[in-house]
């Protein structure tokens, strides 16, 4: 299968290709971004020396898609709607990172992302591409919206909850995140600010907020109360999502154990772990591990979930999603 990735040089598309390099089924064909001219990509990344002779060229769609057959788009959120249309209308399958097809509803993604959004036809059409949970549809897809680093892990760590109906009043999910996952033009900017230091940022207004509210909605018919609190903390890569709810009943630690189990056992990458996990359990992984801490009353609950953001959070989810819609073997690549 020969891949292209629009976006190549920033911190998901670099993740992209050091992954899609080992892949068995897929041939590198194309690499763009906003580079002037044609530059070879191990100058711009001297650790794929010897292990990959491809061009970064500035962004041309006509000849990516006259080279490859399938799409990665890592590019900032606004700009995928640009892309996406003459694609989808080439017969290409696209998985795009942004956001910019992740909110159905077209008054929200105005809201937060400040823009009117112009591609309205594939809007409808895209699937949401978290794997464990979406699987059958994205299986069908020509369009993915890959999800958000945070949602993937606050997602996964609730979905079951939420399925099962028995979580009461507002749920509070504390995430703290690399710089990595704003990008790299963001990561430049404030890197002296990083080291030895963590900040909250954007309280009741964050983007990935109505996200992670419309999907469990999609996926369950039940909207959650969510206060959604990110964080920036000094690591190179991961999310740790640690998540507070109340419940509506008593249930039994054994019971909370069996909605997970029940709803990842087909999911190779989701690890429920009797422990809190580590941030470093999953970094540099395509694993989410998840584990809870029941309250003695039986009716509070702590739920924590933990990722690598570049990897499960984007380009290895990305990856995932790929698998199933060319009909590999879903964690192909990404063992």
């Not at 942004?98 to 594939?122: E, P």
């Amino acid at each position: 299968m020969r891949v292209a990735i629009l976006g190549a040089t920033g911190f998901t598309g670099e993740k992209l290709v050091e992954i899609l390099l080992s892949h068995p089924k897929v041939e590198l064909a194309y690499l763009g971004s906003r580079t002037p001219k044609p530059v070879k990509y191990s100058k711009v990344f001297p650790k794929f020396s010897g292990k990959l002779k491809l061009m970064c060229e500035p962004l041309d769609l006509e000849k990516a898609a006259m080279v490859a057959d399938f799409f990665f788009l890592s590019l900032p959120h606004t700009v995928s709607m640009e892309f996406a249309p003459y694609l989808i209308a080439k017969g290409k399958k696209v998985i795009d990172l942004s956001a910019d097809y992740r909110l159905k509803d077209i008054s929200l993604y105005k809201k937060y992302y400040k823009k009117t959004h112009k591609d309205n036809g594939n809007l409808k059409k895209a699937v949401y591409g978290l794997t464990e949970i979406n699987k059958s549809a994205i299986k069908k897809a020509k369009l993915v919206a890959n999800p958000g680093c945070y949602p993937t892990s606050v997602i996964l760590g609730l979905f079951p909850l939420v399925k099962a109906g028995i979580i009461k009043g507002k749920v509070v999910a504390d995430s703290k995140s690399s710089i990595t996952g704003a990008g790299r033009k963001v990561a430049n900017k404030v890197k002296g600010q990083v080291p030895d230091n963590l900040w909250a940022y954007k309280p009741f207004i964050h983007q990935h907020s109505p996200e992670i509210v419309s999907f469990l909605k999609e996926k369950t018919s039940k909207k959650i109360d969510l206060l959604f609190q990110p964080h920036v903390i000094d690591v190179d890569s991961g999310i740790y999502s640690t998540i507070y709810l109340n419940l509506n009943r008593k249930v039994t630690a054994k019971k909370i154990k069996s909605l997970y189990e029940k709803c990842y056992r087909s999911a190779p990458f989701v690890k429920i772990k009797e422990e809190f996990p580590k941030l470093k359990d999953a970094a540099g992984t395509n694993f989410c591990f998840i584990s809870f801490a029941l309250s003695a009353n039986c009716k509070e609950l702590v739920v924590v979930s933990a990722i690598d953001n570049l990897i499960k959070g984007a380009a290895g989810g990305a990856i995932q999603n790929m698998n199933i819609m060319l009909g590999f073997k879903e964690s192909l690549g990404l063992s």
